[in-house]
């Protein structure tokens, strides 16, 4: 059976950038950074304690798409405090927090325009 996700894959037209805003603005660390072809690297992000990893990678035929078509969502414990951290760090957000029945959210987006949503628990 399933048992977990390994990892997620996030589109980048600038493997460099996504880098730097996931790991100086997010607070990810890179858990594999090394060739993978002759136009990009295969860059694993760890998020925490989570064994879930992030990759910053684009397959071949999606540049197009870069920025369009990752939906995904990073949980905290704080939303509010999250979010105000993360603006302190220069994070754009297209959503500020907002209370709803099921919790709270807020919505950001990364260099290429990839929106993430950001709740609680």
């Known amino acids: ?3 977990q996700l390994k990892f997620v894959g996030i589109p980048t037209a600038d493997q460099e950038r996504a880098l730097r805003f996931y790991t100086e603005k997010l607070g990810f660390a890179v858990a594999t950074d090394q060739p993978f072809n002759d136009k990009q690297r295969w860059i694993e992000l760890r998020i925490g304690n989570s064994p879930t990893r992030v990759v910053l990678f684009t397959p071949d035929g999606h540049e197009s798409r870069i920025g369009s078509f990752f939906n995904g969502s990073f ?11 993360l603006t302190e760090r220069g994070v754009e957000f297209v ?20 929106q993430f949503v950001l709740s609680s628990p």
């Open 75 to 85: 949980t905290c414990d704080d939303v509010r405090a999250t979010h105000r951290q």
């Open 95 to 114: 959503a500020e927090p907002s209370e709803q029945p099921w919790g709270e959210y807020a919505i950001f987006k990364d260099p290429d325009g990839n």
């Open 1 to 3: 059976m399933i048992t």
